[in-house]
């Protein structure tokens, strides 16, 4: 019994007559997840995308899994392939579903035709077909209001299908409609989900992240690029840049006032992000900070931080408390990997008591006497990158 997967578009089916552009990076982005799992043949029509595998020994529970990490897609199935023959789809039906029904108690068919020239309407291809799965399973009854099992079946222009397995998918808009932004990468919670938000607006991801050796370890690094390993499995390979820091920050330390300390270390991590994300096309910074969840994050702390930025910044996390991020994180899989026990920068020479409610005008001038445009063009040159995939 041959077997395609259908998949369901989200918003872009909304877009005007750009939309073709929007649906080309789709294919693009599907094609690149599924391209070590066999030769497929891809379309898409009436906002359906066909996937058709080449030969029987692809697993289709492997692109499915793939699938569901696409951002674009709302849905998606297996469905089995029938002629547009109501006899074939009888037949297919009853036997594409048995397994599936006879676990359960209730079903209902739902039909959609879009093919007016189908001899039968929805309703009549409908009672047709449950009567046919009702016969091979005695055991079932119809509930069209809360059925167990809803068996579809489409009659299209160019085929039938019948499925029954709708899986959610992960929605969004496809990767690289939206243009690329840089997002600022630490080993904790925040970020990544900040990555993985954006991600799913359709931005192409760069990734800056600051070490500071000795004061961090390799590990801490390693860390990182694991999460955007992860995150990666939904945005593409991501270009992570990796500056080190431990001069700009043992000059902070040495030359400004303590509790300046940390709103320092944030507008230089901006400057420099500002700079690599200017050299690498990308046109928007990505932080993961919540608006009041630390020091760093009170109004006029991020006040300070966003002057220092020479581009937009976003800030998907904002409004999140912190067990809002944490279910994100847990359902995308990087919570596992962002609670390991190995420090980042930002924890280096963290001040007892950081000033809460810092005032641009003495941020800019502590900023001004320590001389910190050297160090930073110095940090921008040392900077390496590696590409990270899933």
């Given at each position: 019994?041959?077997?395609?997967?259908?998949?369901?578009?989200?918003?872009?089916?909304?877009?005007?007559?750009?939309?073709?552009?929007?649906?080309?990076?789709?294919?693009?982005?599907?094609?690149?997840?599924?391209?070590n799992l066999g030769r497929f043949t891809i379309r898409i029509a009436q906002s359906t995308v066909y996937i058709e595998p080449q030969s029987d020994d692809i697993d289709l529970d492997d692109v499915c899994e793939k699938i569901s990490q696409v951002f674009g897609i709302v849905t998606f199935c297996r469905a089995c392939v029938c002629k547009k023959e109501?006899?074939?789809?009888?037949?297919?039906?009853?036997?594409?579903?048995?397994?599936?029904?006879s676990s359960v108690k209730t079903f209902k068919v739902e039909s959609k035709r879009s093919d007016k020239r189908f001899p039968l309407t929805s309703p009549e291809i409908s009672a047709q077909v449950g009567g046919a799965i009702l016969e091979r399973n005695p055991h079932l009854k119809v509930d069209v209001k809360n059925p167990d099992i809803t068996v579809?079946?489409?009659?299209?222009?160019?085929?039938?299908?019948?499925?029954?397995?709708?899986?959610?998918?992960?929605?969004?808009?496809?990767?690289?409609?939206?243009?690329?932004?840089?997002?600022?990468?630490?080993?904790?919670?925040?970020?990544?989900?900040?990555?993985?938000?954006?991600?799913?607006?359709?931005?192409?991801?760069?990734?800056?992240?600051?070490?500071?050796?000795?004061?961090?370890?390799?590990?801490?690094?390693?860390?990182?690029?694991?999460?955007?390993?992860?995150?990666?499995?939904?945005?593409?390979?991501?270009?992570?840049?990796?500056?080190?820091?431990?001069?700009?920050?043992?000059?902070?330390?040495?030359?400004?006032?303590?509790?300046?300390?940390?709103?320092?270390?944030?507008?230089?991590?901006?400057?420099?992000?500002?700079?690599?994300?200017?050299?690498?096309?990308?046109?928007?910074?990505?932080?993961?900070?919540?608006?009041?969840?630390?020091?760093?994050?009170?109004?006029?702390?991020?006040?300070?931080?966003?002057?220092?930025?020479?581009?937009?910044?976003?800030?998907?996390?904002?409004?999140?408390?912190?067990?809002?991020?944490?279910?994100?994180?847990?359902?995308?899989?990087?919570?596992?990997?962002?609670?390991?026990?190995?420090?980042?920068?930002?924890?280096?020479?963290?001040?007892?008591?950081?000033?809460?409610?810092?005032?641009?005008?003495?941020?800019?001038?502590?900023?001004?006497?320590?001389?910190?445009?050297?160090?930073?063009?110095?940090?921008?040159?040392?900077?390496?990158?590696?590409?990270?995939?899933?």
């Amino acid at each position: 019994m041959k077997e395609i997967i259908l998949i369901k578009l989200g918003e872009m089916v909304l877009k005007g007559l750009n939309r073709r552009t929007f649906e080309d990076i789709l294919l693009k982005n599907i094609r690149y997840r599924i391209r070590n799992l066999g030769r497929f043949t891809i379309r898409i029509a009436q906002s359906t995308v066909y996937i058709e595998p080449q030969s029987d020994d692809i697993d289709l529970d492997d692109v499915c899994e793939k699938i569901s990490q696409v951002f674009g897609i709302v849905t998606f199935c297996r469905a089995c392939v029938c002629k547009k023959e109501i006899g074939d789809i009888l037949k297919k039906s009853a036997d594409y579903t048995e397994e599936a029904l006879s676990s359960v108690k209730t079903f209902k068919v739902e039909s959609k035709r879009s093919d007016k020239r189908f001899p039968l309407t929805s309703p009549e291809i409908s009672a047709q077909v449950g009567g046919a799965i009702l016969e091979r399973n005695p055991h079932l009854k119809v509930d069209v209001k809360n059925p167990d099992i809803t068996v579809t079946v489409e009659v299209r222009d160019f085929g039938a299908y019948v499925r029954y397995n709708t899986i959610r998918g992960q929605g969004g808009m496809p990767v690289g409609t939206s243009g690329k932004a840089t997002v600022l990468i630490s080993g904790g919670i925040d970020s990544p989900v900040a990555a993985y938000m954006m991600a799913k607006r359709g931005l192409k991801l760069n990734a800056v992240h600051f070490e500071s050796p000795p004061y961090t370890s390799e590990r801490a690094k390693l860390k990182v690029e694991k999460l955007l390993s992860i995150v990666s499995r939904y945005s593409g390979s991501i270009d992570m840049y990796t500056v080190p820091l431990t001069k700009v920050q043992e000059h902070i330390r040495d030359n400004c006032p303590e509790e300046l300390f940390t709103i320092l270390l944030r507008r230089v991590m901006m400057k420099i992000a500002s700079k690599i994300a200017e050299r690498t096309d990308s046109h928007a910074l990505i932080t993961g900070e919540s608006l009041g969840q630390v020091a760093s994050q009170t109004m006029d702390a991020l006040y300070c931080t966003n002057e220092a930025a020479s581009t937009i910044v976003f800030r998907p996390l904002i409004g999140m408390d912190k067990q809002e991020i944490i279910n994100i994180s847990r359902r995308i899989d990087t919570f596992e990997t962002s609670i390991l026990p190995y420090e980042d920068c930002c924890t280096v020479f963290t001040p007892k008591h950081p000033r809460t409610r810092p005032k641009l005008k003495f941020v800019k001038l502590a900023e001004e006497s320590a001389g910190l445009y050297a160090l930073i063009e110095e940090a921008v040159r040392n900077t390496t990158v590696k590409t990270i995939e899933s």
